[in-house]
């Protein structure tokens, strides 16, 4: 479903009830796409995503987060996950603005984060201690109810393997109670994708 195209909405319908898709996926971080996102022209694909109850990962840099807070108060109900943190830059660190103003999208309870694809912003090998504190940011403001895992699959095999990103969480937060560890390593996913 390309949103920069006519009928984008109706595409969606169809997979959406003759294929079962639950979701769907926007790159506003993609060269062509980034321009559409957001525009008032991609209402109508919008309002079919909330009819639908189809969740919108985002494929999006920290650039995109305006856009989003604005289409997470035009359109409540629909579900919206942040892929890979949005892509922080860890020099700037977890006070940096545009960091912080990702964390102020948690106002909108709809709103999850996918705290992924350390290896795309990270300057350190596994286990990626740099983006440990964007990790605890995110789970003190979101809590562990909107944080989404996700493997990156196929990316992560040649990044840094399947198995230890799936134990990262579990290796490296202590802090996280098994229960939450669950949520956040599927529980989560199963009550948006599959309710």
């Known amino acids: 479903v390309d949103p920069r195209e006519l009928g ?6 169809y997979w959406a009830r003759e294929r079962g898709c639950r979701g769907l996926r926007l790159r506003p971080g993609v060269v062509g796409e980034e ?23 985002l494929l999006m840099s920290l650039s995109n987060v305006p856009k989003v807070a604005a289409l ?17 830059d860890v020099t700037a660190g977890v006070s940096g603005s545009a960091f912080q103003a990702l964390l102020a999208l948690a106002q909108f309870p709809r709103v999850h984060v996918k705290p992924t694809g350390y290896y795309y912003h990270s300057r350190q090998a596994y286990p990626y201690e740099d983006c440990w504190d964007f990790f605890r940011a995110l789970y003190d403001s979101f809590g562990p109810a909107r944080l989404v895992w996700g493997s ?9 393997g399947y198995r230890r990103c799936l ?3 579990e290796r490296c937060y202590s ?15 199963s009550r948006l994708y599959w309710r």
Not at 72 to 88: G, N, Q, S
Request: no cysteine.
């Open 152 to 160: 990156d699959f196929p990316h992560v095999v040649l990044k840094s």
């Open 35 to 57: 321009e559409i996102f957001g525009s008032s022209r991609t209402f109508p694909l919008w309002e079919r995503v909330r009819d639908l109850g189809v969740v919108t990962n």
């Open 72 to 88: 997470a108060e035009r359109f409540p109900e629909v579900d919206m996950v942040i892929d890979h943190m949005a892509a922080p």
């Open 167 to 169: 134990l990262l969480q």
């Open 175 to 189: 802090f996280l109670p098994a229960a939450e560890l669950k949520q956040i390593m599927g529980d989560n996913a």
């Open 8 to 13: 984008a909405e109706d595409r969606l319908e």
